[in-house]
């Protein structure tokens, strides 16, 4: 396992993340514990030290589980992050609450790294705001040792997380965004990691193969990459590129299944960074995808909580993607017709309650109607 130092600690640099653990009939807020556990067996096993996990994920039941997981090992042996859920308005004044129910839920007495969830346009407003409370309270959190480290993570522009920086920067001790070779310039991701350079603050990295977007690419794309590398799989180059990055520290990867995690921690036994001509092919094959206007979708699922029509936002944006790529095709439409209508792109009222809340900022309600628009006129 590659270890990066960070002050006096040394972290394995593929974090596992705990967003995406095995689930149950494909149910995202049913998480198979069994197989969830033997993931995190297998990297401790193999020198994973970092977890990752947060308020949301799986309808709330990520926390626990990962804490039941981690119980069954000494409390020193691994570092564990979990995170305020400013991504929802609604939690801005319940700080304290919150904070005290995510260490009872992963039932521990303090937290390794703790982070501000999410700045973004959304909130950015509320997080800097005094009345909240949220930073002298997480700072007395630290001060009191319940928090070692203090962090926050960033989907918006370099625009928020300056204005965050400039209000709490000389507190922030590490920043999480979204880095990979093809968000290095759809989402400003070089400039944010610039910005954070500028504070001499470390970068954290989610979403590494862009919701396994990049974990497969076409025959054309991948038989560039081999005439390059022939013993390199199509995720580890995603991975590769981020070891050519020095100031990326810990890179965390959703994992949904052994195989994943297998390959991963395959991947990260040795450092193999990037020439300047592994790069350039990379971002042209990332110039390639941008230009197939692909919703960029991560399958977070923040968006389903506030829908009220209880719809599988991430769900149907997937097949909307896939046929928007195909030019039609049978696929979206043959899945569709297993959904009831009150759950198919169509039901969709617009209110964008969903786009809100939406990290990468896609316009859903847009695509939904045209969505319903495609498969009406097919």
Known sequence: MIY????????????????????????????????????????????????DTAWGY??????????????????????????????????????????EKQLEKCGVSYFDFYLFHNVCELNIDAYLDPKYGIFDYLSRQKENGRIRHLGFSAHGSCAVMRRFLEAYGDQMEFCQI?????????????????????????????????????????????????????????PAWAFRFLQTIPEVTVILSGMSDGR??????????????????????LLEIADGMLREKILPCTGCHYCVSHCPQGLDIPLLLEKYNEHHFTGGGFLAPMFLGTLPEEKRPSAC????SCEAVCPQQIKISEAMADFAAQLKKA
């Open 349 to 352: 009222i617009g209110c964008r």
């Open 4 to 51: 990066r130092e960070f002050q006096d600690l040394k972290l394995s640099q593929l974090g596992m993340g705990a967003m995406r653990l095995p689930v149950v009939d494909g149910k995202d807020d049913q998480i198979d514990e069994a197989a969830a556990a033997a993931m995190v067996e297998a990297a401790m096993k193999n020198g994973v030290n970092y977890y």
């Open 58 to 99: 799986h309808g709330g039941h990520s926390e626990e589980v990962m804490g039941r997981a981690l119980a069954r090992y000494p409390r020193e042996s691994f570092y564990l992050a979990d995170k305020f859920p400013g991504y929802d308005l609604a939690n801005m004044d319940k700080v304290e609450q919150i904070f």
């Open 260 to 281: 994943q995690m297998e390959e991963n921690l395959a991947t990260f036994e040795t450092e193999r960074p990037l020439n300047p001509q592994e790069w350039d092919a």
């Open 178 to 234: 979204q880095l990979n070779y093809l968000d290095w310039t759809f989402q400003e991701a070089k400039e944010k990691a610039e910005l954070l350079k500028e504070y001499g603050i470390p970068v954290w990295v989610m979403e590494p193969l862009r919701g396994g977007r990049l974990a497969k690419l076409t025959a054309e794309q991948e038989e560039k990459l081999r005439a390059l590398r022939p013993d390199e799989t199509i």
